[in-house]
T-cell receptor, first 115, second 113 residues
Framework: DTAVSQTPKYLVTQMGNDKSIKCEQNLGHDTMYWYKQDSKKFLKIMFS???????INETVPNRFSPKSPDKAHLNLHINSLELGDSAVYFC??????????????FGQGTRLTVV | KQEVTQIPAALSVPEGENLVLNCSFT??????LQWFRQDPGKGLTSLLLIQSSQREQTSGRLNASLDKSSGRSTLYIAASQPGDSATYLCAVEFKGGADGLTFGKGTHLIIQP
């Protein structure tokens, strides 16, 4: 079974549209994340979500909003898509311990292309 | 500012060689450090996780070390194979910083048959 799965794998859409990417983890982890990998392959954290607490990277536009219907899911909604939003988006999860987070597991990524 | 740097950015070696990838980070207050592998167009595969209290971890032909005080980690690959060709990413979970992992820009590794 896939530990962290995200859909769709590919998403092509026009500027100005609103789209969502879904993520599910079956590891029982209590923290989930969204990362963005830009055209230069640099990975950067966008959000972390733990037990209804959302931590947002200050560089993320407010057009991006994560939504968690339950502990196993963290979906990413993007409004008014722009050309610069084209990237690969990765979902991840980990378990928070007193000693620090455990190993992070990543989904296979969603390649978003805005035209 | 909490940053992770990887050197070299790219490396090409003949099959069978042992090699070392380097990672440095700017703040020694960390929870853990994780090495990943990314194949072209694919997701991230976790290779090794080193907790801040540990010095090294081993998995098969891979060995990762951690020197927290100097802000360095190395990934040692023994007897390299063409199948090892990929981008290797170092990521650090910093204490007191933004949640989640801070990534280096990766080392693109090519093993020549």
């Amino acid at each position: 079974d896939t530990a962290v799965s995200q859909t769709p794998k590919y998403l092509v859409t026009q500027m100005g549209n609103d789209k969502s990417i879904k993520c599910e983890q079956n590891l029982g982890h209590d923290t989930m994340y969204w990362y963005k990998q830009d055209s230069k392959k640099f990975l950067k954290i966008m959000f972390s979500y733990n037990n209804k607490e959302l931590i947002i990277n200050e560089t993320v536009p407010n057009r991006f909003s994560p939504k968690s219907p339950d502990k196993a899911h963290l979906n990413l909604h993007i409004n008014s898509l722009e050309l610069g939003d084209s990237a690969v988006y990765f979902c991840a999860s980990s378990q928070v311990l007193l000693s620090g987070n455990t190993e992070a597991f990543f989904g296979q990524g969603t390649r978003l292309t805005v035209v | 500012k909490q940053e992770v740097t990887q050197i070299p950015a790219a490396l090409s070696v003949p099959e069978g060689e042992n090699l070392v990838l380097n990672c440095s980070f700017t703040d020694s207050a960390i929870y853990n450090l994780q090495w990943f592998r990314q194949d072209p167009g694919k997701g991230l595969t976790s290779l090794l996780l080193i907790q801040s209290s540990q010095r090294e971890q081993t998995s098969g032909r891979l060995n990762a070390s951690l020197d927290k005080s100097s802000g360095r980690s190395t990934l040692y690959i023994a007897a390299s194979q063409p199948g090892d060709s990929a981008t290797y990413l170092c990521a650090v979970e910093f204490k007191g910083g933004a949640d989640g992992l801070t990534f280096g820009k990766g080392t693109h590794l090519i093993i020549q048959p």
